[in-house]
């Protein structure tokens, strides 16, 4: 590891301007960041400690919904009162992602800023990473690629978002809260991570130094929902497919719905064509699966994860079949 400054920031504002210094990087769990600090993939010339700031409590909006602090830990949102009840999706893909004791220390800041999962990425011997080193190429293209993306990749690389947070946050509309220097911004959760492009080194789009404060979600409307997670082992793995479906259902007509895939692209990737299907219908079991071949339609699957695109279908046709009770 090599040598860096380290800071506790004393309130938000001091947080921004050490964070706005040249190769300065937050710190709160630290579950993702450290591990890439010691397998020398991330190297920060200064770390910020954040975590002393006030931004750990979950407060009712105005105008309804609800604030999630960037500090707070996901055990704590997973099992808080209001989540549960009126964000049960939530709840959900935060229990399925890593294990208690990772989720005792993720923050909701940090899950959102988990780098994007590549073998070849986090294994310094394998010199071609355009995420580490842009411009070296892409090793996974022509390497094992079954954990890696179907949809929205680039030839510059091909690899997936891990959060299984993001996924539900997707599909429950939120809005990610950010300061910085140039004052705060709202950030809508389809806008918060990128696509890889020919610039792969950036997940997201926040500017240097801008700091999360909070995630807001937007007043319950979904009346039904599940969170369905497809991997290798029960606990503790990655998805190869996950899906997060929030409906509006009257009856069994769906007024409105919302869904969201994770493990297929370098971002939590918002699924339009099924949503548009099922809008406006009544739930039955044909037009679930009619729909969810959708998913799919714009799919690239690389030779070992072509896979994922029958399996994309049926954990979306699964997930959508779960939640509306048709099952």
């Known amino acids: 590891m090599q040598a860096f400054q380290f800071s506790k920031a004393e309130s938000i504002e001091q947080a921004i301007e050490l ?18 600090m010691k397998g020398g993939i991330a190297r920060p010339q200064r770390l910020i400690d954040v975590t002393g ?25 997973a099992n808080n009162a209001l989540v549960r009840r ?12 890593a294990s208690p004791q990772l989720r005792n220390m ?31 190429g892409c090793a996974a293209r022509a390497g094992f690629n079954r954990m890696h ?17 993001s996924v539900a946050l997707l599909a429950l509309e939120a809005v990610v809260q950010v300061r910085g220097r140039r004052g705060a911004r709202a950030i809508p959760m389809q806008d918060f991570h990128r696509l890889p492009g020919t610039t792969p080194q950036r997940d997201t789009v926040l ?15 979904f009346t039904h929902s599940c969170y369905l997670k497809v991997r290798d082992r029960a606990s503790y793995a990655f998805a190869l497919v996950s899906a997060a479906v929030a ?13 969201a895939l994770g493990g297929v692209a370098h971002k939590p990737w918002r699924a339009q064509d099924a949503e548009d299907a099922l809008r406006g219908t009544t739930l039955a079991r044909e037009r679930i699966r009619s729909a969810a071949q959708g998913v799919t339609r714009a799919a690239q699957p690389l030779a070992d994860n072509a896979f994922k695109v029958p399996l994309a279908q049926e954990v979306v046709a699964r997930a959508v079949a779960l939640a509306g009770g048709v099952a």
């Open 19 to 36: 964070g706005a210094q040249p190769g300065a990087q937050y710190l709160g769990g630290g579950t993702n960041l450290i591990d890439l």
């Open 53 to 77: 700031l006030p931004l750990v409590a979950v407060e009712p909006l105005p105008q309804g919904g609800l604030r999630l602090g960037a500090l707070l830990r996901n055990s704590d949102a």
């Open 86 to 97: 009126d964000y049960p999706l939530l709840s959900q893909a935060l229990l399925a992602g």
């Open 106 to 136: 993720a923050t909701v800041g940090g899950n959102l800023l988990q780098r994007t999962r590549c073998y070849y990425f986090t294994d310094l011997s394998f010199r071609e990473c355009n995420k580490r080193a842009p411009g070296s």
């Open 149 to 165: 993306a179907i949809l929205g990749a680039s030839e510059a690389c091909v690899a997936t978002n891990p959060s299984d947070m």
């Open 207 to 221: 500017r240097p130094g801008e700091l999360i404060v909070s995630v807001d979600l937007p007043p319950p409307r």
């Open 247 to 259: 409906l509006q259902l009257v009856g069994t007509e769906v007024r409105d719905v919302r869904i």
